[in-house]
């Protein structure tokens, strides 16, 4: 007990404990004080902390400031010299440009001067000298003509006329021959030709040439003086067709003189090869080693090769340009494409804006390998087909133009290229006539709900294309620029399936959902 009562006594507050007294009014104005000075202190030091920081903020962004003054001032400065050396060049480029016009001029009015009164120097063979040396009458006849061709294209070339049209050529006549004496024609005209070049440097942008080697029986020494000609003689246009040959070394010979009639050009413009036959891969290698490298070339025409076994669809792989713009393989024998041939052939060619395909040989598979690139390319423009004996389902290329199966596929389809399909029953190049792709995208659907509005099947469509109700305003918006087609001013420009669009919009909103879309428009205006 005693023990306990100890206890509580030694915790127990003593009674001055209890009577400590709280501090008086001064004591809490000197404490405020002390409080208030050192808070003060505080924010003085903080604020002064901060203007001190901004201070060397400050001075280090006018140091910036000064640096990006200065660096602006040397950009503007090297801005300034770039634009004189730019002008200073420019001047010069216009001061070449202008000599060269001028040295082009004076040769060519040189040349002028020079042949002004130039005649032709050899003599004509009549038909009696022909015939008494053996030949018939009707071969008399041609060698004539071919002298007298070439005798009147050679004079307007000496005499630095513009010639829009070179056709070095004869007219077989069976049995076939050469006539020896022309050899020294061919020469007269071969050594116009390169002195021709002067003509055509001149009056580069003020005419369009053109040469064709076709049909050709010529010897080897003719043929020698074409290609050395050709070689310094750069025409925009160059076409050739088929020598009359047998062994397949004759007709290498003969892609060998093409190669190195086009090698040197730097004008050529437009490329033709027709009815030669590419019979081997080394025929292919050596025309697109020629074609790839040629800036300048604008248009390939590589028709009726008489290719056998598909070789020339190796072109698909090899052919590789930057700027050419249309490309004709029309009439060939291509058929069983590989799966990417055309979707790398559309890549390796992109300013590829035309291709003919027309008259190949196509099978099931090759269209939907070509309908499946169609779909997903957009850089093509036109594509030409005209079938012989179509395969059945060529009605995919049109599908991929435009498909009819829904809305969205309609969407989906390719807007850009202009398909030509010379077929009974196709009306596939009335749609992507126009550059705007939008609008060619607003006709195909236009043109679908024409279809389906004839039959009213648009409400039952538009369910299984499953369209929402917020689309159904969109859909309608679109057919607003088709209502002119049906003005009297305007009447037989829509096609036999392009209703008023007035007719599809009354259809929907007959048959379709009004309480839907009358909630939806409640719900808006709430």
Same mark, same amino acid.
Request: aromatic share 8%; net charge negative; charged share 30%.
């Given at each position: 007990?005693? %023990?306990?009562?100890?206890? =509580?006594? +030694?915790?127990? !507050?003593?009674?001055?404990?209890?009577?400590?007294?709280?501090?008086?009014?001064?004591?809490?104005?000197?404490? =405020?004080?002390?409080?208030?000075?050192?808070?003060?202190?505080?924010? /003085?030091?903080? &604020?002064?902390?901060?203007?001190?920081?901004?201070?060397?903020?400050?001075?280090?962004?006018? $140091? +910036?400031?000064? /640096?990006?003054?200065?660096?602006?001032?040397?950009?503007?400065?090297?801005?300034?010299?770039?634009?004189? +050396?730019?002008?200073?060049?420019?001047?010069?480029?216009?001061?070449?440009?202008?000599?060269?016009?001028?040295?082009?001029?004076?040769? *060519?009015l040189e040349i002028v001067k020079k042949n002004e009164l130039w005649e032709y120097p050899l003599a004509v063979p009549t038909m009696a000298e022909l015939m008494s040396d053996g030949y018939s009458e009707e071969q008399s006849v041609e060698v004539i003509?071919?002298?007298? #061709?070439?005798?009147?294209?050679?004079?307007?070339?000496r005499r630095c006329e513009v010639i829009n049209f070179v056709d070095v050529s004869d007219d077989p006549v069976e049995p076939y021959f050469f006539y020896e004496g022309m050899l020294p024609h061919y020469r007269q005209f071969a050594d116009a030709l390169m002195e021709y070049q002067h003509?055509? @440097? *001149?009056? $580069?942008?003020?005419?369009? &040439?053109?040469?064709m080697v076709r049909d050709?029986?010529?010897?080897?020494?003719?043929?020698?003086?074409?290609?050395?000609?050709?070689? %310094?003689?750069?025409?925009? =246009?160059?076409?050739?067709? !088929?020598?009359?040959?047998?062994?397949?070394?004759?007709?290498w010979r003969y892609l060998d003189f093409i190669y190195n009639c086009v090698i040197e050009n730097t004008r050529l413009e437009d490329f033709r090869l027709c009815d030669v036959t590419i019979e081997h891969s080394r025929y292919i290698d050596l025309l697109c080693e020629l074609l790839n490298n040629k800036a300048s070339l604008r248009e390939i025409k590589l028709m009726s090769s008489g290719t056998e076994g598909g070789v020339l669809r190796e072109i698909f792989s090899k052919l590789r340009t930057?700027?050419?713009?249309?490309?004709?393989?029309?009439n060939n024998h291509l058929s069983n494409l590989r799966p990417t041939d055309m979707s790398e052939f559309l890549s390796s060619n992109p300013s590829l804006e035309e291709l003919d395909l027309s008259n190949n040989p196509f099978n099931e598979q090759d269209i939907v390998y070509i309908s499946d690139t169609l779909r997903h390319n957009n850089t093509?423009?036109?594509?030409?087909?005209?079938?012989?004996?179509?395969?059945?389902n060529w009605n995919l290329? $049109?599908?991929?133009?435009?498909?009819?199966?829904?809305? @969205?596929?309609?969407?989906?389809?390719?807007?850009?290229?202009?398909? #030509?399909? #010379?077929? !009974?029953?196709?009306?596939?190049?009335?749609?992507?006539?126009?550059?705007?792709?939008?609008?060619?995208?607003?006709?195909?659907? *236009?043109?679908?709900?024409?279809k389906r509005n004839r039959r009213r099947e648009n409400a039952s469509f538009l369910e299984q294309d499953g369209i929402g109700i917020k689309h159904i305003p969109q859909i309608l918006s679109l057919l607003k620029p088709f209502s002119e087609h049906h003005l009297h001013d305007k009447k037989g420009t829509q096609g036999d399936d392009e209703v +008023?669009?007035?007719?599809?919009?009354?259809?929907?909103?007959?048959?379709?959902?009004?309480?839907? &879309? #009358?909630?939806?428009?409640?719900?808006?205006?709430d």
């Open positions: 007990m005693s %023990h306990q009562g100890n206890k =509580r006594q +030694k915790h127990s !507050p003593s009674s001055s404990d209890l009577q400590t007294s709280p501090p008086d009014a001064s004591q809490w104005t000197q404490m =405020r004080q002390e409080i208030m000075d050192s808070l003060r202190a505080e924010l /003085q030091n903080d &604020l002064q902390s901060q203007v001190d920081q901004l201070k060397i903020e400050s001075s280090q962004l006018k $140091e +910036k400031a000064a /640096q990006l003054e200065g660096e602006a001032s040397r950009l503007e400065k090297e801005n300034s010299e770039l634009k004189t +050396k730019i002008a200073s060049l420019e001047e010069k480029v216009k001061s070449l440009e202008n000599f060269n016009t001028a040295k082009r001029k004076s040769k *060519y003509r071919q002298i007298d #061709y070439i005798k009147d294209v050679t004079t307007e070339m003509t055509i @440097n *001149y009056m $580069e942008d003020k005419s369009f &040439l053109f040469t050709s029986q010529l010897p080897a020494q003719v043929l020698s003086l074409l290609q050395e000609a050709l070689k %310094h003689t750069h025409f925009h =246009r160059l076409e050739f067709h !088929p020598i009359q040959t047998e062994t397949e070394g004759a007709r930057e700027n050419v713009q249309e490309i004709d393989l029309s093509l423009c036109r594509l030409r087909f005209r079938f012989g004996d179509p395969p059945t290329l $049109e599908s991929a133009i435009f498909d009819s199966t829904s809305l @969205n596929a309609s969407y989906d389809s390719n807007h850009h290229c202009h398909l #030509y399909i #010379y077929s !009974p029953g196709s009306d596939i190049g009335r749609f992507n006539t126009c550059d705007d792709r939008a609008l060619n995208r607003r006709k195909k659907i *236009y043109v679908l709900l024409s +008023k669009p007035l007719s599809i919009a009354y259809e929907i909103m007959r048959d379709w959902r009004m309480p839907e &879309l #009358y909630r939806l428009d409640q719900m808006e205006e």
